[in-house]
């Protein structure tokens, strides 16, 4: 079974400009995360999904970051435009439902490393 | 608000050592703990996950319990291997967030 796959692995970016990040969860997962991990720090959630309906994205900076989910599969984070502390690895995850949380089989993928200079 | 605190930050042993990375939480009304393994630039694998009303999971040489009450978990590595070498994440889920909460991470290095 393929595991949740992410592009671009790493990406440099200089400050001010754009960049976007997808996602391809594990077939017939229907909930899929976005987290935000910082060097030396936890991942932390940006926004969940369900299908193609968003969940929680209370700690999505709305200002700069988007995220969507066309057709309840792919997903697509977006920063517009980025800043120096958004440099972190953006990690993706699916499960097949939100209750799976309780039960651990959440999945990650190896994450986008974003470098803001 | 939850908030999940991991000590020590970094540990270097010796291989064949057993060892124990802690792990505390400030709000105890979860769901379950959990703990991952991130190797370097790879995303999370989950190593054991305890229930709320359970004490203790195993697998293999790891072995982590969990003490609701007092808001503590412990993981605890028996004869430590080089390939044990990565970044331990614990995570907790429930209470008032319904979210999964991840602590800071002890990064061990195990030295042949």
Not at chain 1, 55 to 79: N, Y
Request: hydrophobic residues 35%; aromatic residues 8%.
């Amino acid at each position: 079974e393929a595991g949740v796959a992410q592009s671009p692995r790493y990406k440099i970016i200089e400050k001010r400009q754009s960049v976007a990040f997808w996602c391809n969860p594990i077939s017939g997962h229907a909930t899929l995360y976005w987290y935000q991990q910082i060097l030396g720090q936890g991942p932390k959630l940006l926004i969940q999904f369900q299908n193609n309906g968003v969940v929680d994205d209370s700690q999505l900076p709305k200002d700069r970051f988007s995220a969507e989910r066309l057709k309840g599969v792919d997903s697509t984070l977006k920063i517009q435009p980025a800043k120096l502390e958004d440099s972190a690895v953006y990690l993706c995850a699916s499960s097949k439902g939100t209750q799976y949380v309780r039960t651990g089989e959440l999945f990650f993928g190896e994450g986008s490393r974003l470098t803001v200079l | 608000k939850q908030e999940v605190t991991q000590i020590p930050a970094a540990l270097s042993v010796p291989e064949g050592e057993n060892l124990v990375l802690n792990c505390s939480f400030t709000d105890s009304a979860i769901y379950n703990l959990q703990w991952f393994r991130q190797d370097p630039g790879k995303g999370l694998t989950s190593l054991l996950l305890i229930q709320s009303s359970q004490r203790e999971q195993t697998s293999g040489r790891l072995n982590a319990s969990l003490d609701k009450s007092s808001g503590r978990s412990t993981l605890y590595i028996a004869a430590s291997q080089p390939g044990d070498s990565a970044t331990y994440l614990c995570a907790v889920y429930g209470g008032a967030t319904n979210k999964l909460i991840f602590g800071t991470g002890t990064l061990l290095a195990v030295q042949p």
